[in-house]
């Protein structure tokens, strides 16, 4: 079955409904959350991705496993070269500290 796909205007984001698959541990080990979708499936800078469905409460000591459907939109062009942007702009921060030795 191909995923549901939604375009309904120029400047809309493509979205995709996929399945699954949300493994949740709270033990004193551990505290986690991971999401894997199915099918082949590449998140880049700036997607989205929510998981559809009812929250989930997790108590202390338990550990388990959903399966769910997951709803992915894709960044504009625009969107996905933000993320981008800031992070030359942090590391740009970094040429500003100086290593002359001794004091001012």
């Known amino acids: 079955?191909?995923?549901a796909q939604d375009r309904s205007g120029v400047m809309s984001r493509k979205v995709q409904v996929l399945p699954c698959t949300i493994e949740i541990e709270h033990t004193e080990r551990s505290l986690h959350a991971h999401v894997d979708l199915e099918g082949?499936?590449?998140?880049?800078?700036?997607?989205r991705v929510r998981v559809l469905?009812?929250?989930?409460?997790?108590?202390?000591g338990d550990r388990f496993t959903l399966?769910?459907?997951?709803?992915?939109e894709r960044a504009g062009f625009l969107e996905r070269q933000l993320p981008r942007l800031l992070a030359t702009l942090s590391l740009s921060e970094?040429?500003?500290?100086?290593f002359t030795p001794g004091r001012l």
């Open 67 to 72: 399966h769910r459907q997951a709803r992915v």
């Open 40 to 47: 082949e499936v590449n998140i880049r800078p700036g997607d």
């Open 1 to 3: 079955r191909a995923p």
């Open 94 to 98: 970094l040429y500003e500290v100086s």
């Open 53 to 60: 469905g009812e929250p989930v409460i997790v108590r202390f």
